[in-house]
C-alpha cells in the first residue's frame, strides 16, 4: 500500500477572499473530513504539496496528514485546480478508519507480451487502465497486475478474468474489456490496371452508328 506523509496547520478563516489571501502566501486552503470527525479547514504548504503530487498517486495513496502535530490517515478525494493556470486552488482529504472500507481506483498493469503480438505481429489494445474498487484502507493494493503472455489474436481479457488481492472487491462492470489482441492492420493494396499479354491484338474501336442522311439533307449540304 502506497503512502506519504503532509503537514498542514488549522485555519479559522473562510471564504474566497481568505483563501485568495492564502494563496498570495505560498498556501493552499483544504479540508479534512470523515465518519468520526467534524470537518475542519486547513492551511496547506504550496511547495510541499507540488513536491508530494509530483511523487504519488493521488487517487489511491494514503496520506499521513499531521495537523499540528496530530496524525491521522487520510485519502485525497478532491483536488480543485485553476482552469487555465498550473495552481492548486484546494484539497479535500477523507480520514480513514480502520475496518470502514473505501473506494478508490488503482491502476491496471499489464505483464508480458501477448502470444499474438510476439509469434504473429499482432496489435494489442489495453482499454482499460484502472479499476474502481472497494477495500479495507489496509488492504489498498499499488496495482492489478494482468498476465497477458498467453492471449492470441481475438482473444481479450475482462474484468471477470483478473485475479484480485483477498478483501479487494471490483466495482467496475465484470464484462467492460481490459484488453484485446487484434490481427496486423492490413496494408492497403493498390489498384493496378492489367497490361495486355505481348501479341495479343488491341481491342477494337467502338463501331460509330450514324443515322442515313436524307435526299434533302444531302441537297442542302451541296448547296
Known amino acids: 500500500m502506497p503512502s506519504a506523509q503532509l503537514a498542514a496547520t488549522t485555519r479559522s478563516t473562510t471564504g474566497k477572499g481568505a483563501a485568495r489571501t492564502m494563496r498570495r502566501s505560498g498556501r493552499v486552503p483544504g479540508i479534512v473530513y470523515g465518519h468520526a470527525r467534524a470537518p475542519q479547514s486547513l492551511a496547506l504548504d504550496k511547495h510541499e504539496l507540488d513536491r508530494l503530487l509530483e511523487h504519488i498517486s493521488a487517487e489511491n495513496t494514503v496520506v499521513e496528514l499531521v495537523v499540528d502535530g496530530k496524525s491521522s490517515r487520510t485519502l485525497i478525494r478532491e483536488i480543485q485546480r485553476h482552469p487555465f493556470r498550473r495552481q492548486i486552488l484546494h484539497v479535500d482529504f477523507q480520514e480513514l478508519v480502520a475496518g470502514e472500507k473505501v473506494t478508490v481506483r488503482i491502476p491496471i498493469v499489464l505483464v508480458g507480451t501477448a502470444a499474438g503480438v510476439r509469434v504473429d505481429g499482432g496489435v494489442l489494445d489495453q482499454t482499460l487502465r484502472d479499476l ?92
Open 132 to 223: 474502481e474498487i472497494e477495500v479495507d484502507p489496509a488492504n489498498i493494493p499499488n496495482h492489478i497486475d494482468v498476465d497477458i503472455n498467453d492471449v492470441l489474436i481475438g482473444q481479450s481479457i475482462h474484468v471477470r478474468d483478473l485475479v484480485l488481492p483477498p478483501g479487494v472487491e471490483s466495482l467496475t462492470d465484470m464484462d467492460t474489456t481490459v484488453c484485446v489482441c487484434a490481427a496486423p492492420r492490413a496494408v492497403i493494396e493498390t489498384v493496378v490496371e492489367p497490361v495486355a499479354e505481348a501479341g495479343a491484338e488491341p481491342a477494337a474501336e467502338p463501331e460509330v452508328i450514324r443515322k442515313a442522311k436524307t435526299d434533302e439533307e444531302t441537297e442542302e449540304e451541296s448547296k
